[in-house]
T-cell receptor
Framework: DSGVTQTPKHLITATGQRVTLRCSPRSGDLSVYWYQQSLDQGLQFLIQ???????AKGNILERFSAQQFPDLHSELNLSSLELGDSALYFCASSVLSEDAGELFFGEGSRLTVL | GENVEQHPSTLSVQEGDSAVIKCTYSDSASNYFPWYKQELGKRPQLIIDIRSNVGEKKDQRIAVTLNKTAKHFSLHITETQPEDSAVYFC???????????FGKGTHLIIQP
């Protein structure tokens, strides 16, 4: 158990819908990262938050947004869903703000868009 | 932004033999290079990492080498065992506000 909690574990929805994925980092970790894992694309970095502030942005679509709350949990919002958004979404946390330390991954949220 | 290329995409070795996975990166400012192992249906977990001020690091059967001039780094697994079967990801970070950039992964298969 990494200490990072993600909900829901599985989610099935239809195209055009909106979903919210939730992540609780390890106790004491200030950084939260979101990654998208598709079969042929590996782990695609979406966005990083550190202590409530956006710190780094990757290949995140405009239809996607995220935030980190004062209690440090984070939510990833995916809207106007398309078939291609079906993937495993990982949240990871670390104690550092820079990317020079171990990331602890949650178990992931598997999104299926029909 | 950073771009990490990883090869091969699939590697099959006999149990007991060695396995080598190679990665190249594009951003010369990157200074942190971790390797993650992801077993089927599980989350990625860090197995070893190396920083730019070190050329080699070893942890039991696993070693990582870094060549900053050529911008490539490699994972070496010796005396492979069935439990080494997994997908391995290399990554690079530290060159800017791009987060940790992962390669596309290598599916390592250990043949009995």
């Amino acid at each position: 158990d990494s200490g990072v909690t993600q909900t829901p574990k599985h989610l099935i929805t239809a195209t055009g819908q909106r979903v919210t994925l939730r992540c609780s980092p390890r106790s004491g970790d200030l950084s939260v990262y979101w990654y998208q894992q598709s079969l042929d694309q590996g782990l695609q970095f979406l966005i990083q938050y550190y202590n409530g502030e956006e710190r780094a942005k990757g290949n995140i679509l405009e239809r996607f947004s995220a935030q980190q709350f004062p209690d440090l949990h984070s939510e990833l919002n995916l809207s106007s869903l398309e078939l291609g958004d079906s993937a495993l979404y990982f949240c990871a946390s670390s104690v550092l703000s820079e990317d020079a330390g171990e990331l602890f991954f949650g178990e992931g949220s598997r999104l299926t868009v029909l | 932004g950073e771009n990490v290329e990883q090869h091969p995409s699939t590697l099959s070795v006999q149990e007991g033999d060695s396995a080598v996975i190679k990665c190249t990166y594009s951003d010369s400012a990157s200074n942190y290079f971790p390797w993650y192992k992801q077993e089927l249906g599980k989350r990625p977990q860090l197995i070893i990492d190396i920083r730019s001020n070190v050329g080699e690091k070893k942890d039991q059967r696993i070693a990582v080498t870094l060549n900053k001039t050529a911008k490539h780094f490699s994972l070496h697994i010796t005396e492979t065992q069935p439990e080494d079967s997994a997908v391995y990801f290399c990554a690079a970070a530290g060159g800017g506000a791009d987060g940790l950039t992962f390669g596309k992964g290598t599916h390592l298969i250990i043949q009995p």
